[in-house]
């Protein structure tokens, strides 16, 4: 089975089209008949109700609740902050009319507003006027609230998952009386999704800063978590805000303060969006398609049922036998329906099920399991009991085989320079990957790196103290920067 | 404490005021900035939370999955179910441009769609398309979809929760190989809103089949549950729609049936939204706020420490004490806030939740807990480990009396007549509820409804069987039919 590949294309020959190929395989999303839509289907959207389950656990134990707020933002909203407005007015759906109307045997737009309507790019402005009502009082902070919600950027070059017209995310968004506090807050959530991102879906990340110029639009601070592909392109995977005071003025976040003074809030936003599920794939996928860290597989074991005749009921119910003795935790499916099994197997090797059961005849003759391990695509025999005895044991050198072999690569994919000659020498040749450098922070020279086509992804929040020269300014300086090519 | 009211107005006195009283008072949602729209604040998208959950677990169990499909569709998607678009033309949000431009120091529209976008009423044309795709052979069906999404449907007059611009929902959608399939799958889930409606919500509602001339447009069957309001009127609770081929035919979904023929697919929809949120507040709150079956209440016990002075750690620990003791199942919440005790208290009294806790040092000396009970608001003190261990008794108790006192009020307000004299009497005289009569199930005489302000809810699953004559026609028929007043 390891001889060919179940994919058409491989990562080698032309990686995009792999990456498409992936999506299709696993039959997790397909293009809209709407412009730079698409539909997530059932498979790829129960990998985000896993990845939403997991995170909105999490943000509420943290003490963040949920809330919903409109989609239709009123334009002159925008006009309050200005560096928001010019970072979206660009890709902004806009509202203009309420009904259709038949005209000409056609239907045309008619009714129209008043006042246009953006549909959300993101939610700071109309959270914020929520907030100004909210807060009176010091004793009302902090605000914690989320939502997880559609978002419209009308995006010019689309693909799926990556770079969508339409797409889904969680927004939090705080206000706290004191600048520490939402300084914390944003780090605090930088955090989580480091750990989620790197912990529960087993991809190789790294956390720092952004530097200033390519901020959130209207951001004091932001944090991200730059992940790696596997063409050595960084993916911008999540990212947190602070806000500062930008968005409580713009708005009004006022509240009394223990000393009585009106005063504004500090606020942070932070977020994360089906994109992530584009890094998953080109973090762990290979040429015969996905492959799935436990956290957020939607079943850990499939059995195929090799039903040829007479022998349906008893292989039936010895499939229900073998899920009746799974550890509560695993999920399974049985797969019943009327299509060859060989066909079966390779649709579920392409989507990345951890663990595929065949079961024949001499399966219930022996009471034992054919197991096919998704990432070595081996197959291997083993009793009933030593299966259903080990799988919790499987899943777990699943997870850690899958986060060391990603591991393994990226690390090899990161290289120091010291000048820009070796950096621009590096990407000039063709090679990809992380690249750490030094760097003083200011925007000199940065033309330099728009000529590689690589920008400066984050200043890691990991610094290695070693003083170097700047390799964009010869400056000498200690921080360290990551620079790349990235989605 | 039963001697005042926790809101400004009662049922009596304004129905229309008491009900956005208790929306204020219980911090469920407030008026947004545009035009229509509402925020769901955190704690009554908590309570949506809960629904979600509950419908979400049981669609899952009847084997539906969640997917996602775009919330723009084409214009001229609409245009091919003529029915369909004609339901809905009147009031769908058009996006016509795809970003802002500074102009005369104004943003306004720029860069025109050539071809403008509706956002979904409801989204059966745009999820057919991809069933198109997906149901090659009979083999791939039934497809049994869900989506949990925002809908936006421009209304003229809106009301919190009711009726608003733009609202939560899921929608679920299915394409079956036979009409009777179909059919089934349409009642079924019909059956489980009955169910979450009566059971989970404790609401009463009657279950029955939408009149001809009121279906969903371009269905061929609507099932509907028609709860009762406490001003009499009904609110349309839930609607399971059997559309026939009607939309297969207009998307074309059409598959290799098992003679080898194609054929076109029968497909079903159904859809509870946020609106049910307004249908439990008229059902069971009352002159000092919501009220809650405890399946959906975020939380059950809330505990107010009173805190005066020094003895904030014992109390506090004390506290913690208390909510250790819960069975696991027992949501709670310890309100630290800084607020006075007695302001908090009416709070919860006005949040609906079941069972509030005053602790302060009497308490903590005799290891008691002062338990104020919101569908009597009887204050009683009782030992900490009797509380514990009675909690989910108490719980239950609470849903049974919060059931019986809306099924009691609600079967008094049902009454049957026999001719259009006394429909019209009864409705002319002021009264409210729901007139149980014989109707044929023509649309003769209709406009004598429309005089009276009420309209024909639903012909109910449950049939008398009973000879009579029809309140429009005089025609002799078996058929009852709900007549009521509605929102």
Redesign the interface.
């Known amino acids: 089975m390891a001889m060919k590949h179940a994919l058409k294309v491989t990562r080698k020959e032309d990686f995009s089209a792999w990456y498409q190929e992936v999506i299709t395989g696993a039959d997790l999303a ?1 293009n ?3 412009r730079g ?6 498979y ?3 990998i ?2 896993r990845m939403q389950r997991i995170l909105d656990d999490k943000f509420k134990e943290l003490g963040h ?15 309050r902050e200005a560096e928001h ?1 010019a970072g979206f ?14 005209r000409d045997g ?4 008619a ?1 129209e507003l008043e006042a ?4 959300r790019p993101t939610s700071e402005l ?1 959270i914020g ?2 907030m100004a ?1 909210w807060a009176k009082s010091y ?2 902070l902090p605000i914690l ?1 989320n939502q997880w ?2 978002v ?1 950027r ?1 995006e010019m070059r689309t693909r799926m998952f990556l770079r969508t ?2 797409f ?1 995310w969680q927004e939090g968004h705080t206000a706290h009386e004191t600048e520490a506090e939402a300084r914390d807050e944003a780090v605090r959530m930088h955090e989580v999704y480091k750990w989620f991102i790197c912990d529960v879906l087993k991809m190789f990340g790294i956390a720092g800063k952004k530097p200033d110029y390519d901020r959130f639009a209207g951001a004091q601070d932001t944090y991200t978590v730059e992940a790696m592909m596997q063409d050595g392109k960084a993916l911008q995977a999540a990212t947190s805000h602070h806000l500062g005071q930008n968005f409580a003025k713009a708005v009004g976040i006022e509240f009394q303060g223990r000393g009585g003074k009106l005063q504004y809030a500090h606020t942070t936003s932070w977020g994360i969006s089906t994109r992530i599920i584009g890094g998953l794939i080109m973090s762990h996928s290979d040429d015969d398609g996905l492959n799935l860290p436990s956290a957020v597989a939607p079943y850990h074991v499939v059995i195929i049922p090799l039903i040829r005749g007479e022998n349906a009921q008893d292989i039936l119910d010895y499939c229900r036998k073998i899920t009746a003795m799974l550890p509560k935790d695993v999920r399974y499916h049985i797969d019943t ?3 060859a099994p060989q066909n079966k197997q390779w649709d579920y090797v392409r989507k990345g099920v951890p663990f595929i059961l065949e079961i024949g005849n001499n399966e219930v003759t022996s009471g034992s399991v054919c197991v096919t391990k998704r990432l070595s695509l081996e197959k291997q025999g083993m009793s009933l009991s030593e299966f259903a005895g080990s799988i919790e044991k499987m899943l777990i050198e699943h997870d850690e085989t899958l986060q060391k072999r990603n591991s393994d690569f990226c690390n090899s994919k990161i290289v120091r320079v010291s000048s820009y000659e070796e950096l621009s020498d590096f990407f000039r040749s063709g090679n990809t990957g992380f690249v750490q450098a030094k760097w003083t922070g200011t925007s000199e020279n940065l033309e330099r790196l728009d000529e590689l086509a690589v920008s400066i992804r984050c200043i890691p929040s990991a610094q290695s103290g070693t003083k170097g020269r700047c390799v964009l300014t010869g400056a000498e300086t200690t921080t360290d920067a990551i620079f790349a090519k990235s989605y």
């Not at 056609?106 to 737009?109: D, G, S, Y």
């Open positions: 397909e809209a008949s709407v839509c698409m539909v997530i289907k059932p790829g959207y129960a985000w109700e609740t949920n809330a919903y707020f409109p989609m239709f933002i009123p334009i002159d909203l925008f006009e407005v007015a660009k890709e902004m759906a806009i509202v203009t009319h309420h009904r259709l109307e038949q056609k239907l045309v737009p009714g246009p309507l953006a549909v109309i006027e929520s009502r004793r009302d609230v919600c559609n419209v009308w017209t339409e889904l329906k009327e299509y």
